[in-house]
């Protein structure tokens, strides 16, 4: 595959995911973190790879397909796989140059559970996360990144400048994020989600516990444009417990 077409290809995707805590899928937009568009976008010229600046990536198909916001709808469903009731789970808000600015979680009875804001350098990186319950801050998310732009690592802290969690991202050679690992600030693992791809597209996540047993499975289903329209849960025995829609608004 030429570097055009893979490039077009991974930007046809969506992959939102993790803004810390949370994991949010698309099917290209970054590791989900969060300019310099195509510019940011890095090859390696030893093996003729491309290696994406992901959050780069997700940046240039939101602004350019003009999503203003993404709401998440969960449907649960009984034994016999219909909705038993539905929820909204979130809902992303983007600015015109398709930047992340505010994330918003909701609790059981729709009110705001608590909501995300963001911070970037002048070079387009996310550069702190805040959290607030009630508009008041409760904690703070810093990152690291390699020479690509992609986030390697993350930290979750309190307050009062506690670590109180830290995260690990794994990429494959195609700069696909296929790996996140969450830990206590002691180093123990308590939580890890594996993402599964065919041709650069996300197909299917895996979430274990800290034991390593499996949790969920996610199956990801994508519309004629390339966005992920649902998420289909199941469970660790295979039964399908759930389906989450996405909802887009534009500008």
Known sequence: MTKVSKLKLIKSLIILSCF???????????????TEREEDVRYDV????????????????????K???IDKINFNLDAEGKPLDSEKLSTLKYNPEGFLTETIIYNDEGGV???????YDSKGLRT???????????????????EFGNKTKAFRYNTEDELEEYYIYEYDTEG?????????????????IE???????????YTYDESGHLVFEYLFRYDDKGNVIEEIRYDNSGLQTGIIQYIYKYF
């Open 128 to 146: 702190r996360t805040s959290r607030y319950i009630n508009n008041k801050l409760t904690n703070y998310y810093t990152y690291e990144y390699n």
């Open 113 to 119: 559970k608590f909501s995300f804001t963001y911070d």
């Open 176 to 192: 696909n994020l296929v790996e996140e690992e969450w830990f206590s600030p002691e180093g123990k693992k308590v939580y890890n």
């Open 195 to 205: 993402n599964d791809y065919d041709n650069n597209v996300k197909t299917r996540s």
């Open 46 to 65: 030893k093996d003729d790879e491309i290696i994406l600046n992901l959050d780069a990536v997700e940046r240039e198909y939101i602004s350019s397909s």
């Open 67 to 69: 999503i203003n916001s």
């Open 20 to 34: 810390l805590g949370i994991v949010f899928v698309f099917s290209s937009f970054s590791s989900s973190s969060e």
